[in-house]
């Protein structure tokens, strides 16, 4: 299948080691945020949100972190797999109660074996 | 509980012609978002179609149109294909009314390539 992400940033962790993967948002009004994970040739897929009265979310193996001060998102990937190589896309949702979403450029995560 | 579906899968025009692309949302779901995403980019959002209407829109020209049929499915309509216009169109599904701004979920794209 085609590539996602050709020529973006990207991040390359040894297995079993956690991955850290950081976004800067645009807008300080943006009340939601999301993290994607886009395999090449599919549709990005939803890995964890969290909305801006909270600083922090955990879900299975990931942790979304919130610094509203600086608008920085980052997720963290504990016991990095495989299966985790992808592109890493960020989004937030800049007209709060729509789906207006901005997408961040993306991080390209490669995990070496 | 189906996913969200597109179809074509892939499609070849030329420029200037018109072409057509179509989504049916997760089992559900009333809402639908369109995006396009250039190759090594994230994707762009294009508008969002709720009630069979368009409800918000990014910038994106009005060669851009849209519908949403009374079973939530949605076209993508793009007149005047210009080069710039080849991107993988990605159809996003979620629920809308209260829940507008919760988590969304994408199908697998049209893979549109100009000539």
């Known amino acids: 299948g085609e590539s996602v992400g050709l020529h973006l940033p990207t991040l390359s962790v040894q297995e079993g080691d956690n991955s850290i993967i950081n976004c800067a948002y645009s807008?300080?009004?943006?009340?939601?945020f999301i993290w994607y994970k886009q395999e090449s040739g599919k549709g990005p897929q939803f890995i964890i949100d969290?909305?801006?009265?909270?600083d922090k979310r955990q879900g299975q193996r990931v942790t979304v972190l919130l610094n509203k001060t600086v608008k920085h998102l980052s997720l963290q990937i504990a016991a990095t797999q495989p299966g985790d190589s992808a592109v890493y896309f960020c989004?937030?949702?800049?007209?709060?109660?729509?789906?207006?979403?901005?997408f961040g450029t993306g991080t390209r995560l490669k995990v070496l074996a | 509980d189906a996913g969200v579906t597109q179809s074509p899968t892939h499609l070849i025009k030329t420029r200037g012609q018109q072409v057509t692309l179509r989504c049916s949302p997760k089992?559900?779901?009333?809402?639908v978002s369109w995006y396009q995403q250039a190759l090594g980019q994230g994707p762009q959002f294009i508008f969002q179609y709720y009630e069979e209407e368009e409800r918000q829109r990014g910038n994106f020209p009005d060669r851009f149109s849209g519908h949403q049929f009374p079973n939530y499915s949605s076209e993508l309509n793009v007149n005047a294909l210009l080069l710039g216009d080849s991107a993988l169109y990605l159809c996003?599904?979620?629920?809308?009314?209260?829940?507008?701004?919760?988590?969304?979920?994408f199908g697998p794209g049209t893979r549109l390539t100009v000539l």
């Open positions: 969290i909305r801006s009265n909270m």
């Open positions: 807008n300080s009004a943006s009340d939601y």
């Open positions: 089992s559900g779901h009333d809402t």
């Open positions: 989004a937030e949702n800049i007209v709060p109660g729509t789906y207006k979403y901005i």
């Open positions: 996003a599904s979620s629920l809308g009314g209260d829940r507008a701004g919760d988590e969304q979920f």
